[in-house]
């Protein structure tokens, strides 16, 4: 069973979001929020909803070893859920709430895979930082974001502001698009079909972990 004792995902992002206002210059923020505005009126990167076929993929984990999507749904459901990198704190949060609950999501007889653009290295990297227990897997160049239209591409002007805070896009997705995925999370039936789809322009707002589990459990 999940534990109730543990904090809503939301509450800690929203306490992320606080800490960033209160620590980051006023440009910084204003950058931030016209890009995420932006993207939301430009309607791209909206995703597959539910009811489409997913596309099927293979793709390396954080230890090198090729994962297909089919096979591990031939196991059980899918989560499937994509973050932008090892860099963005809003993603460590959201993958360190779904580790809390990955016996429940087990006992659903379901599997959760994490996909980002960065390479396998940082997967690595990200995956024992966080002492993650699932496939951490490595979308190099978004082609598998691509097939499920999550990509868009950062404004120019914030790439300086992302290398200012360490972010530097092109060393952990080893070159230079600037192409990042939107955050989104999918559940997958065994059949293939995605069932439950939740993507959203603002990289700071990201579906309850908990609810993804009662969904699969309402499958």
């Known amino acids: 069973m999940a534990n109730s004792q543990n904090p809503k995902l939301k509450d800690e992002l929203e306490a992320m979001t606080k800490h960033g206002i209160e620590v980051l210059p ?27 076929k997913a596309p099927d993929f293979t793709l390396d984990n ?5 994962i297909t999507l089919s ?13 932008r990198g090892e860099w963005c704190p809003f993603c460590n949060l959201e993958l360190r709430a779904y580790q809390r609950i990955m016996d429940s999501i087990h006992e659903a007889d379901a599997q959760l895979l994490a996909i980002s ?12 930082k966080n002492e993650l227990s699932f496939h951490v897997l490595s979308d190099l ?12 591409k950062l404004p120019d002007n914030l790439h300086e502001i992302y290398r200012s805070l360490g972010f530097a896009l092109e ?7 600037w192409e990042l995925p939107v955050p989104a999370t999918y559940v997958i039936d065994k ?21 993804v589990l009662n969904f699969l459990r309402s499958l």
């Open 71 to 83: 096979e591990e749904n031939a196991k059980g459901p899918v989560i499937l859920t994509f973050y």
């Open 26 to 52: 006023k440009e910084v923020i204003e950058a931030f929020e016209q890009s995420i505005q932006g993207l939301r009126d430009s309607g791209i990167a909206k995703g597959l909803v539910v009811g489409a």
């Open 62 to 66: 954080q230890t090198g070893k090729s």
């Open 117 to 128: 653009p960065q390479t396998p290295d940082h997967s690595l990297n990200f995956q024992e």
């Open 141 to 152: 160049r978004n082609q598998i974001a691509e097939k499920y239209q999550l990509i868009f």
């Open 191 to 211: 059949q293939g079909i995605i069932r439950m789809a939740s993507v959203n322009p603002d990289y700071r707002t990201r579906m309850e972990p908990v609810e």
């Open 171 to 177: 060393e952990f997705n080893g070159n230079d698009s």
